[in-house]
């Protein structure tokens, strides 16, 4: 037998209202055969699917997210549809920085008159997450609750919010002092902003309810003590955490309002 050839997963589709959901009601009609584990949430456009959503469902156990939409030009809302890829560029990266697959999420697009294309992309995508298997394999799934939990909240953040937004206009248009930025330049500063950020908030998780040292929080985290300690310096400033008590002249961190 197979290694996952009893499991059926669960997936969350969010399909845009005047396109891929379109497509979606002409398969029905014309009677095209697909899965039925996918469940359909209808969005004015994919635009609207903010990144965070995604974590979201993957949080509450859904094995695979699809993000349906116009085809490029055909956006009943003109760039929606672009604005939909650079975010889920964001969102396949920080996935797979926290070792999630980021074949769990798929962006593609489908118009009104597609309807066989449609059932073909959902029988595909529900193979691809039946072969990978349940969320998380092996691993205690709290543990990768945790890891997709600092990447929603790092997600969700305004400074990467507002590169996201600026990535199409940075990369054709140059920076604020008329620099050419290429497509390779920026992904490597949103690479570099995502694990930041992913991991302020693995920290902050980690000292919420549990005084900790920067010590014992990079052995949990299996990173540098001394990038730890940085990060924590940082929040205190900040006001997101402070020293709970000295021990052994190591301070001890918590997060502040637990």
């Not at 074949?103 to 691809?128: P, Y």
């Not at 990768?144 to 929603?152: H, I, P, Q, S, T």
Request: glycine share 6%; hydrophobic share 40%.
């Amino acid at each position: 037998m197979a290694p996952h050839e009893l499991f059926e997963p669960r997936i969350l589709g969010f399909l845009c209202n005047w396109c891929s959901y379109a497509g979606a009601d002409l398969a029905g009609v014309s009677r095209f055969q697909y899965p039925t584990n996918v469940r359909i949430i209808r969005v004015m456009c994919s635009g609207r699917v903010d990144p965070t959503m995604v974590l979201e469902a993957l949080m509450n156990r859904m094995d695979g997210v699809a993000v349906l939409g116009c085809h490029f030009g055909d956006c009943h809302y003109i760039t929606g549809n672009y604005y939909t890829e650079r975010r889920m560029k964001a969102v396949r990266a920080i996935l797979e920085y926290i070792e999630v697959e980021p074949d769990r999420l798929l962006v593609d697009w489908v118009s009104a008159a597609e309807g066989e294309r449609f059932a073909t992309i959902v029988r595909d995508f529900t193979e691809k997450i039946r072969s990978l298997g349940p969320l998380g394999g092996e691993a205690p799934f709290r543990e990768v609750r945790d890891r997709l939990l600092a990447a929603r909240e790092a997600l969700g953040q305004q400074r990467l919010r507002w590169l996201v937004g600026k990535e199409k206009e940075m990369v054709e248009e140059g920076n604020v002092f008329e620099e050419d930025v290429s497509q390779e330049e920026f992904d490597r500063v949103m690479v570099d902003s995502l694990r930041k950020e992913y991991l302020k908030n693995r920290i902050l998780l980690t000292v919420s309810g549990e005084a900790l040292s920067a010590r014992e929080v990079a052995h949990r985290l299996k990173v540098s003590p001394r990038e730890v300690l940085s990060h924590l310096i940082a929040l205190e400033r900040n006001g997101l955490v402070s020293v709970a008590e000295v021990s052994e002249t190591s301070p001890k961190y918590r997060r502040l309002g637990e």
